[in-house]
């Protein structure tokens, strides 16, 4: 594994602290405490079959050992994420936080060999399955950290060490008592300027029109983001409305329904007036993988919501 002496479905991440520094890019937020609300819930960590060889096979190269503070998703605070003692070489480095099984991941390393990529999840099988894919495509330029996301962005990585920071399909948590449970808060934008290289890409996905909006919000109010896409994609043209229009989010929840179960509550859908005159909208990202998830999300007739943030 690469350890911490190298140093000088839904995805998964964590909660984010609610402090805020007065410069994020030098000034790291505290680590989350324990005993907050986390944003993901942990599933089983036994690894089966390909994937439990995969990790055998692969773990001693392409995983991040960290040191740890309490749980096997903490980071010790004065651990420092080394790029280029982990690659080997200096390039341009993409974080997605919650990578589920990789697929976004490692479709965009194999497209870009140039640029060096960190997957950051806390499920451990969601992991093994990225190294599968990492052995399978003969990439090397991916590396796979098993972590809580707001210690990695909190003191994990150098500030200003990133390009981009990709956030896809985090976990909704659509009921309103959950809301507080969601990753992308006010609190994130500074964790996400902290890390991020003046002009680097903060880019974001969503099937969830709450979310969307709540993440459109976050990035507008923070003064180191302007959204590259601001005013774009409103009225007709955006896909708040076309949501709004269909009323699939009051029929579904905005989420998968099972077969055999009911619909998921739609108490957290959103509601609007049938125009989003505000917009912001991004196209959809061509570097984003149409994974299994985003394509069941389609057929559900579930609408898509991209952001991109640049760093000022």
Not at 57 to 79: H, I, K, L, M
Not at 187 to 201: H, Y
Request: charged residues 25%; contains cysteine.
């Amino acid at each position: 594994m690469i350890t911490a002496n190298s140093t000088p479905d839904r995805s998964s991440a964590g909660s984010l602290p609610e402090d805020t520094a007065a410069d994020p890019a030098t000034v790291p937020p505290a680590p989350p405490r324990r005993g907050q609300p986390v944003s993901f819930v942990r599933r089983g960590s036994r690894l089966q079959g390909r994937r439990r060889q995969a990790w055998e096979q692969y773990a001693g190269r392409f995983v991040v050992d960290v040191p740890r503070r309490d749980s096997d998703t903490s980071v010790a605070p004065d651990y420092v994420f080394d790029p280029e003692a982990a690659f080997g070489r200096q390039a341009p480095l993409v974080v997605e936080i919650g990578s589920g099984l990789g697929e976004a991941v490692c479709h965009a390393a194999l497209e870009h060999p140039d640029w060096d990529f960190l997957a950051v999840e806390v499920y451990r099988p969601g992991l093994a399955q990225t190294l599968l894919r990492i052995g399978q495509q003969g990439l090397s330029n991916v590396r796979v950290v098993q972590a809580n996301a707001p210690e990695v962005l909190a003191t994990m990585l150098a500030p200003g060490s990133v390009a981009e920071l990709w956030v896809f399909f985090p976990d909704p948590w659509h009921k309103t008592r959950h809301i507080k449970r969601r990753l992308v808060q006010a609190g994130f934008a500074a964790a996400a300027a902290r890390v991020l290289q003046p002009g680097g890409r903060w880019r974001l996905a969503t099937d969830w029109s709450s979310y969307a909006i709540q993440m459109r919000e976050v990035g507008q109010a923070s003064p180191e983001f302007v959204n590259v896409h601001e005013g774009e994609r409103a009225g007709a043209d955006s896909p708040l409305t076309r949501v709004w229009e269909s009323g699939v989010e009051q029929l579904v929840g905005g989420a998968p329904v099972r077969e055999g179960r009911a619909p998921v509550s739609t108490g957290n859908a959103s509601e609007g007036e049938g125009v989003d005159t505000v917009g912001g909208w991004a196209p959809r990202f061509e570097g984003r993988a149409l994974t299994s998830f985003e394509q069941k999300a389609r057929r559900a007739g579930r609408g898509i919501f991209d952001l991109t943030f640049r760093r000022r």
